[in-house]
């Protein structure tokens, strides 16, 4: 008999109750730490949009091989597999004679799926151990989870006492896990993933990356103590947390996230923007546990608000030829033509460019939201379930909110008056000022943009 450590989103030695809690009560199981890689995440397709870029496959093979590594350094083995979850883990479970796996607790209905279907064979354990309100005492109960923000805040935030984060793991003696040399014969179909590997570092790609932004944010540039007024930047490297893919990846725990930010209020500075990086990371929480409460209705049509559609999106040619342009970043529109090349150059984009290229997908080319989020999906190095397709829904009116529409020309002039971030993404313009926000000949320029074209100077302010 033995017991599975399935580190799927847990790939990280610090906070890691996962790691560290294995074994210990049942010193005669022999302990399999592994990670699968899903090939249907990463190679398939929704609604006729690849599920994962190149990009997103190399930042989730450097994040398992790092992992890897430093595991390797405390001589425990990680079983790296690929295919389909639950095919893949019952052929491993049977040939090493698994009856318990340990798994944090799901978000997305898939994962929820994967984990319904192991619990019919094993003993699963789960372990919310990439929430804040992850234990048992602090979880909301799901039927009475609110379905708004502002309401979820407000009867959330005053209890909210975060677990403490588990110090780094280090093996413990009672606790007897297989080495590299043990668990090697079952990486083979692992090993095929090689040639797409890539060397450079990707965000997300690495717990010691993850935790040295963290201090380097917070602690070291403290650009921590202006995060509200920046963080609706579009350019640089501190005008936001960009914790997103470490967070995602789960190799930045968000716990020991929460309590650096508490230590440096204790610390340092309390002020409106250390309040603000922790009211984001309530907004992640939402998501999550909303995606809980609803499962598979947020893929429908409407999400959460009507009856449930799962059929395809349909576009009619003139939608399709809008919906290729809108994703190759070539529909004229300054603003959201920038946003989308630095999404495809570098995947990840701000979350004021999020807002703007959603909004003006869904609202201004009357396209399906799905499709929007099922793109995202593909390019963003910070690709979470929910925090995704919440967003998105939120934007088209089907999810925790009526419909936002953003008016994208005084949106570019609210956050690129001087056209620096448009210049930078698209060079091949040359008009000055904030005439750079133009749209281009051809461009079916809604009425709504009227008012604030008028207001496109070539003067720098
Ligand atoms: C259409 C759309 C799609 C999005 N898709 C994703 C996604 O797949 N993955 C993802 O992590 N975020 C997503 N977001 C939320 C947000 O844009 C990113 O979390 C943020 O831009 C990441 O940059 P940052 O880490 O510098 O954020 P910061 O501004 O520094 O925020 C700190 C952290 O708070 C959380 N956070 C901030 N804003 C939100 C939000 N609106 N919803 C949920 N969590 C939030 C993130 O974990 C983030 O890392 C999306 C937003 C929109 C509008």
Request: hydrophobic share 40%; proline share 5%.
């Amino acid at each position: 008999m033995s017991c599975l450590v399935l580190l799927d989103k847990t790939l990280r030695l610090h906070d890691n109750p996962l790691l560290c809690q294995a074994g210990i009560a049942d010193s005669s199981l022999p302990l399999v730490a592994v990670v699968c890689l899903d090939e249907k995440a990463f190679f398939g397709h929704q609604y006729g949009v690849a599920r994962a870029s190149l990009l997103r496959l190399q930042q989730q093979l450097q994040l398992i091989a790092k992992s890897k590594q430093a595991l390797a350094k405390l001589n425990i083995g990680l079983v790296t597999l690929f295919g389909e979850p639950i095919t893949e883990l019952t052929a491993l479970a049977q040939a090493l004679n698994v009856t318990q796996i340990l798994t944090a607790a799901p978000v997305g209905y898939h994962e929820q799926q994967l984990v319904m279907q192991l619990a019919q064979r094993f003993e699963v354990i789960t372990d919310d151990v990439n929430s804040l309100l992850g234990s048992p005492s602090l979880a909301p109960q799901l039927p009475d989870l609110p379905d708004s923000f502002s309401k979820f805040r407000k009867q959330r935030e005053p209890l909210l006492q975060v677990d403490v984060a588990v110090p780094e793991f280090t093996p413990q003696p009672q606790q007897r896990w297989l080495t590299p040399a043990n668990t090697a014969e079952f990486c083979e179909n692992f090993s095929q993933l090689a040639a797409f590997s890539q060397p450079g570092s990707l965000p997300g790609s690495g717990e010691r990356q993850a935790l040295h932004r963290l201090d380097d944010f917070i602690w070291q540039k403290q650009a921590i103590r202006h995060y509200k007024i920046s963080r609706n930047g579009l350019l640089g490297e501190y005008y936001a947390s960009k914790f997103s893919a470490a967070l995602a990846s789960g190799c930045l725990s968000v716990r020991f996230c929460w309590q650096q930010i508490v230590q440096f209020e204790q610390q340092q500075l309390a002020n409106d923007s250390t309040y603000w990086l922790k009211f984001e990371l309530l907004w992640r929480e939402f998501f999550r546990w909303q995606f809980r409460k609803y499962g598979k209705a947020w893929f429908s049509n409407s999400a959460i608000k009507g009856p449930l559609d799962f059929s395809k999106p349909h576009l009619n040619a003139s939608q399709q030829k809008n919906f290729n342009h809108w994703c190759a970043g070539q529909t004229g529109v300054p603003f959201i033509d920038a946003n989308m090349r630095l999404l495809n150059t570098t995947g990840l984009m701000s979350n004021r460019g999020r807002q703007n290229v959603a909004s003006f997908l869904i609202h201004d080319l009357g396209i399906d939201w799905r499709l929007g989020a099922a793109y995202f999906e593909q390019r963003l190095l910070d690709y979470d379930v929910a925090s995704n397709w919440g967003n998105w829904a939120y934007i088209a009116g089907s999810g925790n909110s009526g419909e936002r529409q953003f008016n994208v020309i005084k949106q570019a002039l609210n956050y690129d008056r001087s056209g620096d971030f448009v210049r930078t993404m698209l060079p091949e313009l040359s008009a000055q000022g904030s005439l750079i926000h133009q749209p281009g000949p051809g461009v079916n320029v809604p009425e709504h943009w009227q008012h604030w074209l008028s207001k496109l100077t070539d003067s720098k302010t």
